[in-house]
């Protein structure tokens, strides 16, 4: 802790208004601070340490960031928040769909649900689901915007691997920061629907209007979006990145590709593959009209929205988009875990996951084009720290995750 290594880091990762306190106060600790390009003084220590050391960086070391002209290719929720967080530092946004409205993707599936996949072991796949979650929902509750809602999701333990994992979490986390564990007859009465079984609540995790949240990020005065334009190339010449759109070229300094699945036609990707989902439109009922937040078992049940709750989802190898009633059944069988109420299914609406082998997205720059996909169903939890990370490349800040989840997500792993 107290090495050359972790305060030159310290150091690199200074700006002019950076400061530091330790209660430590050893000659090896101020040496290796002075070595490092710190300055520092002795104050009165904490409690019964006589002394503690104050200190700044000696020189500003991060460099004022240069506002760019990024083109964002993908309208979803990853690039919406990416692009929403570029424009937040400065920078100069063209967004680019190729459909003629902003989200139509799988992104576009009416709700979302934001909440964690957690493991009781220590990886990196584990610490991003984790501090994704967190970090999505804080950014969420930022935004002040009337698409998130904060209600809490219900993991239910409908099966055996379900409640195997749920109490291993349980024997991992003992405490209720993070979630709490749910009696079947509790859990019902917080639903304020009668439910089969019992499970773990997350009260920060919630469900988004995906299209309305999109559109909140979007508004930013530094955003263009430029709908109905599909990116047919992107070619690099060293200092910018010429891009074809529409047979129109356009310059940019950055660009990031964000278009899930159809990221294939611009960059291949090994271990990126498609997955179909299909979702159910419920009508609601005096059944089910006060359900209060989101169930998720082996599929998930949302509250009302817009007059209807989502149900869903598939997971097929089917490449068509239209609705099939066969997965309409198998969403329906889905929901027996949950309740036993029956449901009037009254629509639905395809989309396809872009999906990779360790379930991670890929994060990261591959020939020059900054990479921000594969999220399968979980775009809503990952998309805001995979944002932040692409980001902070851009920028050449400091990234917001560990050094070892910065490699498992490495947009060429897989190559």
Partial sequence: MWSKEIFKQ???????????STFTSARLIKNNLEESGFVYELDKG????????????????????????IAVIGSGIAGSTLAY??????????????????????????????????????????????HSFLFASSFYDSLNSNAWYKSGVFLMNHDDSSLKRQNSLLDARPSNDLFEELSCEEASKRAGLKLNNGGIFFKKGGYLEAK????????????????SSRVEKIEADGKNLTLVSEGEISE?????????????????????????????????SKDFEKLNFPICASGYFSPRVKGSHVLGSSYSEVTNDI??????????????????????????????????????????????????????SRGSTS????????ADLIDGRPLPADHEVVIALDANRFN
């Fill in 46 to 69: 904490f409690s019964n340490k006589r002394h503690m050391l104050k200190g700044k960086a000696l020189s500003t070391n991060v460099k004022e960031v240069s506002k760019k002209k």
């Fill in 252 to 284: 940019y300094e950055e660009v990031c590709l964000c278009a899930g699945y159809a990221s294939e036609n611009l960059l291949n990707f090994p271990g990126l593959s498609s997955k179909r989902g299909q979702i159910s439109y419920v009508d609601s």
């Fill in 383 to 390: 998309s805001p720290l995979c944002a932040e990370i692409i």
């Fill in 323 to 376: 609705v099939l009633e066969d997965e309409h059944t198998s969403n329906k069988e889905k929901l027996k875990a949950i309740h036993d109420f029956k449901v009037n299914i009254v629509d639905g609406n395809v989309g396809f996951r872009a999906v990779t082998k360790d379930r991670l997205p890929l994060i990261g720059i591959n020939k020059g084009i900054y990479v921000n996909t594969g999220h399968g």
């Fill in 212 to 227: 309305a949240l999109c559109q909140d990020l979007l508004s930013h005065k530094n955003i263009n979006l430029i709908l």
């Fill in 85 to 130: 967080k570029l424009a937040q530092r400065g920078h100069r946004i063209d967004v680019y769909e190729q459909n003629d409205e902003l989200c139509s993707g799988v992104s576009g599936n009416g709700v979302l649900i934001t909440y964690p996949r957690l493991s009781a072991f220590d990886s990196p796949y584990a610490r991003f689901c984790l």
């Fill in 10 to 20: 310290m150091y690199l990762s200074s700006h002019g208004d950076t400061t530091f």
